[in-house]
């Protein structure tokens, strides 16, 4: 009971509600997200075509809400768009239930797609609102943690449950959002400076010349949302072209990544807290592009366990160091609209990753393509090492020592 007593003390209530939140809605996420283009196929009469036009809106609307939703934290505060956003996301759930054409399911999908884009700015903002710098790669390194337990453990429930009532999925999903929404508004308190609030009427636009910064970090880091995108995508084509018994190879990929990131991430985010984000940052790149080669290489079950392995720990180390990154970065009255603007990296690739690959692999095959994946990754991890390191220099930090602006 004692390590138990010391473990909840070390954070605030509002982070293990955090925490709780993102392992409950990441498990009823994961319970229905392998089987949705399997439910919209039975209810649409059975179009291949239709499920994947209603499921590929949700990215869609999601990059259109994240030009402006973040400023919507910044302007009313993180803990009332947070609540609003997981209750979009709870109504959507329940309309899937009832749904039946194609223009339902279509505008659920683009319901879903505007609730995401909402909660995640005005979350990690309310991180960095709270957390001191030095422990700002910890906590999202938590929150990643219970994320994972989702993928950890939903598709297998989702497989019993989906099998047994389909409704019920989708129900246990807008119970979960509900739950967590009355859990912030009861518990969580807001944590927008006030400062903010003033200052926000005033502030200019997130125009490219004056937070040029920003934007190229983004866009430097797109080729890591390019390699996610195509984890659920190509990859399962791909190795259906070399492996009998790809779905189970799948499988045991997905599992194997969940739990390690379960077991090591917040130990990682604590041990690597003091070394500068600019090495760890790079090192991630280094480490996604291994798996793009890897993945396009493969010859045997060994070695994607090993590519695994090696796409996990550049996922440990890379998301919470690029999340504290742009927090450092962020202006206190802006952080809200910097990681809606950031959140851009993963959103941009699942709306146009999957073509784009899927021409490649078409034409020149799946090696070729994760291959040019992984040389685009190190270009850019090249590239996003020469930006922090002109960040730093430009905000007068010893760039052999942590990152430490705002």
């Keep these: 009971m004692r390590p138990l007593k010391m473990l909840l003390s070390k954070y605030d209530a509002p982070i293990w509600i955090r925490v709780f939140g993102s392992a409950l809605t ?3 996420n994961f319970m229905l997200r392998p089987f949705l283009v399997l439910y919209l196929y039975n209810k649409l009469d059975e179009s291949i075509l239709l499920p994947l036009l209603v499921v590929g809106l949700q990215p869609l609307a999601s990059i259109l809400i994240s030009i402006w939703g973040g400023g919507l934290a910044d302007r009313f505060g993180r803990k009332p768009i947070m609540v609003i956003s ?5 109504v959507s759930m329940i309309g899937f239930i009832f749904a039946d054409s194609v223009w339902e399911f279509a505008g659920l ?12 700015p ?9 957390v001191s710098r030095e422990k700002r790669a910890e906590v999202f390194a938590l929150l990643h943690t219970a994320f994972n337990i989702g993928p950890a453990i939903g598709p297998l429930l989702g497989l019993a449950v989906f099998t047994w009532n389909q409704q019920v999925v989708f129900a246990s999903s807008a119970i979960a959002f509900f739950i967590y929404a009355f859990a912030i508004w009861i518990k969580v308190p807001e944590t927008l400076p006030k400062v903010g609030r003033v200052e926000l009427q005033a502030a200019p636009k997130l125009s490219f010349i004056k937070h040029r910064q920003l934007y190229l970090f983004t866009l430097y880091a797109v080729p890591i949302g390019l390699l996610y995108a195509q984890v659920e995508t ?5 190795l259906k072209s070399s492996f009998a018994n790809y779905l189970t190879i ?13 077991i090591f991430m ?4 604590k041990k690597t807290e003091k070394i500068n984000s600019k090495k760890l940052i790079f090192l991630s790149f280094f480490l996604f592009a291994l798996v793009g080669i890897g993945y396009g290489n493969a010859s045997s079950f060994f070695i994607l366990i090993l590519v695994e392995i090696v796409f996990t720990l550049g996922e440990m180390i890379g998301v919470s160091h690029l999340q504290k990154f742009i927090s450092g970065i962020a202006p206190k009255e802006m952080r809200g609209r910097y990681f809606s603007i950031f959140g851009l990296y993963m959103q941009i690739p699942k709306l146009i990753g999957p073509s784009i690959c899927g021409i490649l692999m078409t034409n020149f095959g799946g090696q070729f393509m994760f291959t040019i994946l992984g040389v685009l990754l190190i270009l850019a991890g090249f590239l996003q090492n020469r930006l922090i390191k002109k960040i730093q220099l430009q905000s007068g930090v010893n760039h052999e020592k942590p990152f430490q602006v705002v």
């Design 234 to 238: 190509t990859l399962p084509l791909h």
């Design 26 to 28: 990441s498990t009823t």
């Design 250 to 262: 799948l499988t045991v990929l997905f599992t194997l990544n969940a739990i390690i990131v379960i």
């Design 122 to 130: 005005a979350a990690n903002a309310q991180i960095a609102d709270v």
């Design 109 to 120: 999908s683009i319901l879903l797609g505007l609730g995401i884009p909402l909660f995640v």
């Design 266 to 269: 917040v130990w990682i985010a």
């Design 86 to 90: 997981l209750l979009i996301q709870a």
